[in-house]
């Protein structure tokens, strides 16, 4: 990067006021649908073509590369329903299906590392679902102890290992057990702190509760902590959020996701207990978007984009301030060249020229996992030119800039020439201000951050046709 364009994007990060961030107009004409880009292509051109067999080649092929590993589990099972929720998930209180669960996920994990490679630092670690800490801990300590024998775990200070969090599935020394196994950062879902919100969600969780585990996960040492919350709920108004995020604020966790609630009772059925007209409006939904961006940043948040704020000190604004942040399936992270190993039920991995996904239904991804098969249901290998605009989304996705040279050096060809065509649609973003060109390259301005979405469909080869109805709103 020229030093020019690099003076200009920090001076941008450090300035950019609430109002920059927001305007109206440009919201209206841009807040179309778009996809999120945890992925290039986009799960959407995921195909079933794309089999077990093409999983290992990948696999394999990452392996003879080499580098360091992110391990990403799946635990699907849920105790209770929340009534927003569209993940892919198991309800039950039997905790005893954590236990064959773990050791299916220690028998997918010997077949991954057969292919990728045992000795290889996984440098990241998660563990998501569904509710991760519906394992009892007995299960926990066998399915990480067992990782450790398959895998070669990062022990340093450097590591990333992270596990999604209920606080409600917390006994009195859950957070304790996680620290010793090796887990540094967590996750809380809060959602919101209205206990009408939270009534209509079937997820009461007072503030209290969510205040005693961070006092705790503190103490302990953790050395990160995110806090999840969802806009756009039952009976939320501007007011009734606004009140939500000062609670929260005064909890100063480390980073913030603040995610748009989509309503598709239609294709997840919990959702079909929301009813319509409990939800906000179209504007009071925008106008909460406003008032949080804008009491975040006031707050001393950094927004890093695509619903995510961190503080100034957190790794990932440093990472982003410093060039080198990273997006995949797991949202934002620092650790961008690692592989990604996905293990469990809908689970998706990632190599350098392939995404591939496991069943999404647990008795079918129990039934491959058995015979010693992969248990991969759909995936795509990437062409050149995949590879090429994923680096290019992911550019600005992430840093909010793109330098020429750097792109030039990395794939051996003009930006200019390579991507004409794009430059040319490109023209009416630079005219409204959503972006900016010169010379050295291409800088996101901050009315374009909420709409990089937007930005990024004009590198996407996949959407040159309009988004279509398959993805939400931008905004």
């Not at 705790?216 to 919350?229: H, K, P, V, Y």
């Not at 604004?317 to 080198?324: F, K, L, N, P």
Request: glycine share 6%; with cysteine.
């Amino acid at each position: 990067m020229s030093i020019q364009l690099a003076q200009q994007l920090t001076l941008s990060h450090r300035t950019a006021q609430p109002a920059a961030l927001w305007d109206d107009d440009l919201i209206r004409r841009y807040d179309l649908s778009g996809p999120r880009y945890t992925s290039y292509p986009t799960a959407v051109e995921f195909t079933d073509r794309f089999t077990a067999r093409d999983t290992a080649r990948a696999a394999a092929a990452s392996g003879k590369l080499g580098g360091p590993l992110s391990l990403y589990t799946h635990v699907p099972f849920c105790a209770r329903l929340c009534y927003y929720c569209a993940c892919n998930k198991v309800v039950t209180r039997k905790r005893e299906f954590a236990s064959p669960y773990v050791e299916r996920l220690l028998k997918e994990a010997q077949m991954h590392a057969d292919l990728y490679g045992s000795d290889r630092l996984v440098k990241q670690l998660h563990w998501g679902g569904g509710t991760p800490t519906f394992l009892p801990k007995e299960d926990m300590s066998r399915l990480m102890e067992g990782y450790r024998q398959i895998f070669n775990l990062d022990g340093s200070g450097d590591r990333d290992f992270s596990i999604e969090i209920d606080p409600r599935e917390l006994t009195g020394d859950t957070l304790l057990h996680l620290h010793l196994l090796g887990f540094n950062r967590i996750s809380l879902g809060v959602q919101d702190f209205n206990p009408q919100v939270q009534k209509a969600v079937n997820r009461i969780q007072p503030k209290r509760m969510v205040q005693d585990v961070l006092d705790e996960a503190r103490a302990l040492g953790f050395r990160s902590i995110n806090m999840d919350l969802i806009y756009g709920l039952p009976y939320q108004t501007p007011a009734t959020f606004a009140e939500t995020l000062d609670e929260v604020i005064a909890l100063r966790p480390d980073r913030l996701s603040v995610f748009s609630y989509a309503h598709l009772p239609e294709r997840f059925y919990p959702q079909t207990r929301i009813k319509d007209e409990t939800l906000p409006s179209p504007a009071d939904k925008l106008t909460i978007l406003h008032q949080t961006i804008d009491r975040l940043l006031d707050a001393g948040y950094q927004y890093i984009g695509m619903d995510h704020f961190a503080l100034p000190d957190d790794p990932l604004a440093i990472a982003q301030q410093e060039g080198r942040l990273h997006r995949n399936f797991q949202g934002y992270t620092t650790h961008g060249d690692c592989d990604l190993v996905a293990l469990g039920v809908s689970a998706i991995g990632q190599t350098r020229d392939a995404y591939f996904q496991n069943s999404h239904d647990l008795a079918t991804w129990e039934k491959h996992i058995d015979a010693g098969e992969l248990a991969t249901i759909r995936g795509v290998e990437l062409s050149e030119d995949d590879q090429i605009r994923r680096w290019v989304i992911g550019q600005l996705i992430c840093q909010f800039q793109l330098d020429y040279d750097a792109f030039e050096a990395h794939w051996n060809r003009p930006f200019g020439l390579y991507f004409a065509e794009e430059l040319h649609r490109l023209r009416r973003m630079v005219v409204d201000g959503l972006i900016r060109e010169d010379e050295d390259g291409l800088a996101v301005e901050p009315a374009g951050r909420l709409l990089i979405r937007a930005i990024c469909q004009v590198f996407d080869a996949y959407r040159t046709g309009g988004a279509g109805s398959r993805f939400s709103r931008i905004i």
